[in-house]
């Protein structure tokens, strides 16, 4: 905030001036001041109740010791922070909250890159291949990610996957038998293409959209000055799709960065350390180890870590809102 | 402005996201029920043993419902815990004998008196064991299971093995026969030996003598998975694993069932359980046809020690009544009219050994499964803490196999780094 101008100050009216305007009935001034805090009421109930309170309750639960003997009492243990300093301490915490954020990082990229690739692609298309195109996307979108994972855990399988049998008949070496887990690398590639696959589709179709709207006037001009595709879409669309990027980027964080599922499943329900994430950890903490507490101070450590890192898209998203 | 809307909506779809949580309960129909959780074996396995019990508590309990819920093991526990943290908990319970210790000292279960069960006097004593915590009765014991080589008699004799090995060295030599014959299959595998199975290469370890943890004098235990002896079993192992077997180094003997690709051809033996052997031919499970059984054989695992065989794990089961069970004494009739003489019978053909040693010799004219009942002359179990569960839960085991397997660690660092977590997580406050 920049400090006001004298001229900005003197545009505030003055307060005697409102004082003498006749005065609405008290009733009419409620109703007209209340109806939108009414409007919001029930969202701010909903939210309260399925957020605000689990919300609550972890942080509470964060601060006990809470296992299986607390748990069937229903009388958790008090122990202020300890829970905190324990992971705080704990190097193979910091080793999963430096894996998470690598991943979110890679993974974030990805989707953007192919989602705008293919977003562009579609632009260039025909109109039968462009609905059939969109038709696939959807159905990736609308995939269950638990029937996803199946399908892609099955694909790569150890005895009977048709990755390895595939590779091994078009020659592109001995595949029998190839385990895609064995090296952690290879183990997480599968991971980041299973779930950039599942999100690219929402990105390329909110591009998509971005991208009809970019005024032809606009791209004909900077091509007629002599401008390049890439310049045009750096100078020209880039910016004009500035909002929308922000959005997706925001969005792709907070959901990359929470990845619990495809991991989960396609590793039978027991990932081995290496491939722990913020979310894996605080999930098997808690309910394989019957360390709810311990569990519940993680998950929110992994809450602030979050709004940290998706703080400064929001405050993008907020800005760019005003100034419209 | 509709960017603001656009991205009010966005956010709002995110934050959704984030506080969406996966929630189960269990319904409870009306008070004239008797809700039931036993692991899915027993659907596949000894269906009939489960309608058995139910027309007999019906016949006692005219008007009862029945609810018989089928678990994983996967993920039994979880929903267990979230059963009992929202008071909703089922009136019987299953557990693995491995588990049930953790939920006895955290006072899961109601004490009940042996002799209201049937057989009590004869029951299994390491399952019944299994079932006591500081002298009292928390679980009756339901089943045991130990293991074996499943084997293909028609390899063996195609390799030119005339006689069944007596000893480990034997055996060994054997596999490799076997792998001169076939192995250029790149599919096949002389012994099938999943990676990850920690119940296998536990065995190794308890035949060199060694054994998972120890509890010592003040009470505490220690992990003992780095000792001469176990360093020198997986050593062993883990170069008979490498000369014998294709199986992925990276997952159980539950990803494949073996006895799936046994029924496809793909191996001359697997070490399993006996209940595996019928699931060679269960429609869900290998799917082979009945013709196939004639070529099929098992023996318990030779010892290296001349004429013994290796100790296999004395798995098992029980079953619970929770403590915040609503129906208390119709649980305990189901329980009762299932642990019965009748039903453990169809239950011991199914491939177990019954609770009861009076059924001992159910199976002893079954050329098929009478080596699994041989097999369990010698046997092993896991240490005995509360805290073991957890050991399970973390599947440090696994991975420590993996590591070794796939020559990430060495046998030395791999065991050494297992046995510091056992320690902890065995002598953790619970």
Same mark, same amino acid.
């Given at each position: 905030?920049?400090?006001?101008?004298?001229?900005?100050?003197?545009?505030?009216?003055?307060?005697?001036? &409102?004082?003498?305007?006749?005065?609405?009935?008290?009733?009419?001034?409620?109703?007209?001041?209340?109806?939108?805090?009414?409007? !919001?009421?029930?969202?701010?109930?909903?939210?309260?109740?399925?957020?605000?309170?689990?919300?609550?309750?972890?942080?509470? /639960?964060? /601060?006990?010791?809470?296992?299986?003997?607390?748990?069937?009492?229903?009388?958790?243990?008090?122990?202020?922070?300890?829970?905190?300093?324990?992971?705080?301490?704990?190097?193979?915490?910091?080793?999963?909250?430096?894996?998470?954020?690598?991943?979110?990082?890679? +993974?974030?990229?990805? &989707?953007?890159?192919?989602? &705008?690739l293919i977003a562009l692609l579609l632009v260039q298309l025909g109109a039968k291949m462009r609905i059939l195109l969109t038709a696939g996307l959807?159905?990736?979108?609308?995939? @269950?990610?638990?029937?996803?994972? +199946?399908?892609?855990?099955?694909?790569?399988?150890?005895?009977?996957?048709?990755?390895?049998? /595939?590779?091994?008949? /078009?020659?592109?070496?001995?595949?029998?038998?190839?385990?895609?887990? +064995?090296?952690?690398?290879?183990?997480?590639?599968? !991971?980041?293409?299973?779930?950039?696959?599942?999100?690219?589709?929402?990105?390329t179709l909110?591009v998509y959209?971005?991208l009809t709207?970019? @005024?032809?006037?606009?791209?004909?001009?900077?091509?007629?000055?002599?401008?390049?595709?890439?310049?045009?879409?750096?100078?020209?669309?880039?910016?004009?799709?500035?909002?929308?990027?922000? !959005?997706?980027?925001?969005?792709? !964080?907070?959901?990359?960065?929470?990845?619990?599922?495809?991991?989960?499943?396609?590793?039978?329900?027991?990932?081995? @350390?290496?491939?722990?994430?913020?979310?894996?950890?605080?999930?098997?903490?808690?309910?394989?180890?019957?360390?709810?507490?311990?569990?519940?101070?993680?998950?929110?450590?992994?809450?602030?870590?979050?709004?940290?890192?998706?703080?400064?898209?929001?405050?993008?998203?907020?800005?760019?809102?005003?100034?419209? | 402005?509709?960017?603001?809307?656009?991205?009010?909506?966005?956010?709002? =779809?995110?934050?959704?996201?984030?506080?969406?949580? =996966?929630?189960?309960?269990?319904?409870?129909?009306?008070?004239?029920?008797?809700?039931?959780?036993?692991?899915?074996?027993?659907?596949?396995?000894?269906?009939? *043993?489960?309608?058995?019990?139910?027309?007999?508590?019906?016949?006692?309990?005219?008007?009862?419902?029945?609810?018989?819920?089928?678990?994983?093991?996967?993920?039994?526990?979880?929903?267990?815990?979230?059963?009992?943290?929202?008071?909703?908990?089922?009136?019987?319970?299953?557990? #693995?004998?491995?588990?049930?210790?953790?939920?006895? *000292?955290?006072? $899961?279960?109601?004490?009940?008196?042996?002799?209201?069960?049937?057989?009590?006097?004869?029951?299994?004593?390491?399952?019944?064991?299994?079932?006591?915590?500081?002298?009292?009765?928390?679980?009756?014991?339901?089943?045991? #299971?130990?293991?074996?080589?499943?084997?293909?008699?028609?390899?063996?004799?195609?390799?030119?093995?005339?006689?069944?090995?007596?000893?480990?060295?034997?055996?060994?030599?054997?596999?490799?026969?076997?792998?001169?014959?076939?192995?250029?299959?790149?599919?096949?595998?002389?012994?099938?030996?999943?990676?990850?199975?920690?119940?296998?290469?536990?065995?190794?370890?308890?035949?060199?003598?060694?054994?998972?943890?120890?509890?010592?004098?003040?009470?505490?235990?220690?992990?003992?998975?780095?000792?001469?002896?176990?360093?020198? =079993?997986?050593?062993?192992?883990?170069?008979?694993?490498?000369?014998?077997?294709?199986?992925?180094?990276?997952?159980?003997?539950?990803?494949?069932?073996?006895?799936?690709?046994?029924?496809?051809?793909?191996?001359?033996?697997?070490?399993?359980?006996?209940?595996?052997?019928?699931?060679?031919?269960?429609?869900?499970?290998?799917?082979?046809?009945?013709?196939?059984?004639?070529?099929?054989?098992?023996?318990?695992?030779?010892?290296?020690?001349?004429?013994?065989?290796?100790?296999?794990?004395?798995?098992?089961?029980?079953?619970?009544?929770?403590?915040?069970?609503?129906?208390? $004494?119709?649980?305990?009739?189901?329980?009762?009219?299932?642990?019965?003489?009748?039903?453990?019978?169809?239950?011991?053909?199914?491939?177990?050994?019954?609770?009861?040693?009076?059924?001992?010799?159910?199976?002893?004219?079954?050329?098929?499964?009478?080596?699994?009942?041989?097999?369990?002359?010698?046997?092993?179990?896991?240490?005995?803490?509360?805290?073991?569960?957890?050991?399970?839960?973390?599947?440090?085991?696994?991975?420590?196999?993996?590591?070794?397997?796939?020559?990430?660690?060495?046998?030395?660092?791999?065991?050494?780094?297992?046995?510091?977590?056992?320690?902890?997580?065995?002598?953790?406050?619970?």
């Amino acid at each position: 905030m920049s400090s006001r101008s004298p001229a900005a100050a003197a545009a505030v009216p003055d307060p005697r001036v &409102t004082s003498r305007r006749p005065r609405r009935p008290f009733v009419t001034r409620l109703r007209s001041g209340a109806a939108p805090y009414l409007l !919001i009421l029930p969202a701010c109930l909903v939210i309260g109740a399925v957020l605000g309170y689990p919300l609550y309750f972890m942080g509470h /639960l964060s /601060l006990e010791h809470y296992g299986l003997f607390q748990l069937i009492r229903h009388q958790g243990e008090w122990i202020g922070l300890k829970n905190y300093s324990q992971i705080l301490h704990d190097g193979f915490f910091w080793h999963v909250v430096l894996r998470t954020l690598a991943f979110t990082a890679a +993974a974030v990229s990805l &989707t953007m890159v192919f989602g &705008t690739l293919i977003a562009l692609l579609l632009v260039q298309l025909g109109a039968k291949m462009r609905i059939l195109l969109t038709a696939g996307l959807i159905f990736v979108w609308a995939t @269950p990610v638990v029937v996803a994972v +199946a399908v892609w855990s099955w694909m790569v399988d150890f005895e009977f996957g048709v990755a390895n049998w /595939l590779l091994t008949e /078009l020659h592109v070496g001995n595949f029998n038998h190839h385990d895609w887990f +064995a090296s952690t690398l290879s183990g997480w590639t599968i !991971i980041t293409a299973l779930v950039v696959w599942g999100a690219i589709p929402f990105v390329t179709l909110m591009v998509y959209a971005g991208l009809t709207q970019v @005024p032809k006037e606009l791209v004909e001009a900077a091509t007629t000055d002599g401008a390049s595709p890439w310049r045009v879409f750096r100078d020209v669309t880039v910016p004009l799709l500035k909002p929308i990027f922000v !959005i997706l980027i925001s969005l792709s !964080i907070i959901w990359d960065f929470q990845v619990f599922n495809q991991i989960w499943i396609i590793l039978d329900g027991q990932p081995p @350390p290496q491939y722990f994430t913020m979310s894996i950890y605080a999930f098997t903490t808690s309910f394989q180890q019957s360390q709810y507490g311990l569990g519940s101070a993680i998950a929110l450590v992994m809450v602030v870590i979050l709004l940290i890192v998706s703080f400064v898209y929001i405050r993008e998203m907020v800005k760019i809102g005003d100034a419209e | 402005m509709k960017l603001r809307i656009f991205a009010a909506v966005a956010l709002a =779809a995110a934050l959704a996201t984030v506080a969406s949580t =996966a929630t189960g309960s269990t319904k409870r129909a009306s008070a004239q029920s008797v809700t039931v959780w036993v692991m899915t074996d027993a659907q596949a396995g000894w269906p009939g *043993a489960i309608a058995a019990a139910n027309a007999q508590f019906q016949q006692q309990h005219p008007g009862v419902d029945v609810n018989i819920q089928y678990q994983s093991w996967d993920t039994v526990l979880q929903k267990f815990d979230a059963a009992l943290a929202a008071n909703d908990a089922p009136d019987v319970i299953e557990l #693995g004998n491995s588990q049930t210790a953790k939920y006895m *000292a955290a006072g $899961a279960f109601s004490s009940l008196k042996a002799k209201n069960f049937p057989n009590s006097s004869t029951w299994l004593s390491g399952l019944k064991s299994s079932c006591t915590y500081r002298g009292k009765l928390y679980c009756v014991p339901y089943y045991a #299971g130990a293991r074996a080589v499943i084997y293909r008699k028609d390899m063996y004799r195609q390799a030119g093995i005339k006689r069944l090995p007596t000893s480990y060295a034997q055996w060994l030599a054997d596999g490799k026969k076997l792998m001169k014959k076939f192995g250029k299959n790149r599919n096949f595998s002389a012994f099938y030996e999943p990676g990850q199975n920690w119940y296998a290469a536990t065995t190794f370890v308890e035949d060199w003598g060694g054994h998972l943890a120890v509890q010592q004098k003040n009470g505490k235990w220690k992990g003992t998975i780095d000792s001469p002896q176990a360093v020198k =079993a997986l050593t062993i192992f883990k170069s008979m694993v490498r000369k014998l077997s294709r199986a992925s180094k990276t997952q159980d003997e539950a990803h494949p069932f073996p006895s799936i690709p046994f029924a496809k051809g793909r191996m001359a033996s697997f070490y399993g359980n006996g209940w595996e052997w019928p699931y060679v031919f269960n429609p869900k499970g290998g799917a082979a046809p009945k013709s196939f059984e004639k070529k099929m054989g098992a023996y318990p695992m030779p010892s290296h020690i001349k004429g013994r065989y290796m100790p296999t794990f004395l798995g098992g089961s029980d079953l619970g009544i929770p403590i915040s069970a609503k129906n208390k $004494a119709l649980g305990a009739d189901w329980i009762k009219a299932f642990t019965g003489t009748a039903s453990e019978t169809i239950i011991a053909k199914a491939g177990n050994i019954a609770n009861t040693t009076k059924l001992a010799n159910v199976n002893a004219h079954n050329p098929a499964l009478a080596p699994f009942a041989r097999a369990s002359k010698y046997s092993w179990f896991v240490p005995t803490s509360p805290n073991w569960t957890n050991v399970e839960n973390s599947h440090l085991l696994k991975q420590m196999l993996t590591a070794i397997l796939t020559n990430r660690k060495s046998v030395a660092a791999a065991t050494h780094s297992a046995s510091k977590q056992m320690t902890t997580i065995l002598n953790a406050s619970s």
